[in-house]
T-cell receptor, first 113, second 112 residues
Framework: DTGVSQDPRHKITKRGQNVTFRCDPI?????LYWYRQTLGQGPEFLTY????????KSRLLSDRFSAERPKGSFSTLEIQRTEQGDSAMYLC???????????FGPGTRLTVL | QQQVKQSPQSLIVQKGGIPIINCAYE??????FPWYQQFPGKGPALLIA???DVSEKKEGRFTISFNKSAKQFSLHIMDSQPGDSATYFC???????????WGAGTKLIIKP
């Protein structure tokens, strides 16, 4: 199965620590999206890449959040100085072209103590 | 204007029944309306999607009805099965902005 993969699946950290998540999209997909999902809510868009270019960032993405997609393949999402309010599921999705189907990974569940 | 309102929040239906989940949007620039299914511990998976040039789309047991003038769309699940028990999300987006705006989700339980 060559679907979207995310690592780690779970991360527990203490407030103030930095964390980094990785997403490996479906190999031929040029678009990659990051979302955040809290319990009982739909995913909230954070940012998206077309190839290596970060084309849009939500205002939800504070200065503590940064995302990269070097070489247009895998992507990383880093959260600096984590806060308890950052606790959520972080989802990655990829698609081919504009509104091609977005295929989601299993997510990384972050718990900030 | 960016909101997508989804109802009901939860729904319990007997096996074989037809659950209906409704969504309403405000932004007339939206022209892509997907429905996603999410099981616990998994990412959302696309079920079916519609563009506003048609009023209905069927894929297997899943049907989207779309009412452009009312800015509403709904998901119907025919002959529902316990395996359909999941959380369902509607979403909306426009070609000028590939960001999807999501509803809050409907937790569906199909009783055997």
């Amino acid at each position: 199965d060559t679907g979207v993969s995310q690592d780690p699946r779970h991360k527990i950290t203490k407030r103030g620590q930095n964390v980094t998540f990785r997403c490996d999209p479906i190999s031929e997909h040029n678009r990659l999206y990051w979302y955040r999902q809290t319990l009982g809510q739909g995913p909230e868009f954070l940012t998206y890449f077309q190839n290596e270019a970060q084309l849009e960032k939500s205002r939800l993405l504070s200065d503590r959040f940064s995302a990269e997609r070097p070489k247009g393949s895998f992507s990383t999402l880093e959260i600096q100085r984590t806060e308890q309010g950052d606790s959520a599921m972080y989802l990655c999705a990829s698609s081919l072209g504009g509104f091609g189907t977005q295929y989601f990974g299993p997510g990384t569940r972050l718990t900030v103590l | 204007q960016q909101q997508v309102k989804q109802s009901p929040q939860s729904l319990i239906v007997q096996k074989g029944g037809i659950p209906i989940i409704n969504c309403a949007y405000e932004n007339t620039a939206f022209d892509y309306f997907p429905w996603y299914q999410q099981f616990p511990g998994k990412g959302p998976a696309l079920l079916i999607a519609i563009r506003p040039d048609v009023s209905e789309k069927k894929e297997g047991r899943f049907t989207i009805s779309f009412n452009k003038s009312a800015k509403q769309f709904s998901l119907h699940i025919m002959d529902s099965q316990p395996g359909d028990s999941a959380t369902y999300f509607c979403a909306a987006g426009g070609d000028s902005n590939y960001q999807l705006i999501w509803g809050a989700g409907t937790k569906l339980i199909i009783k055997p």
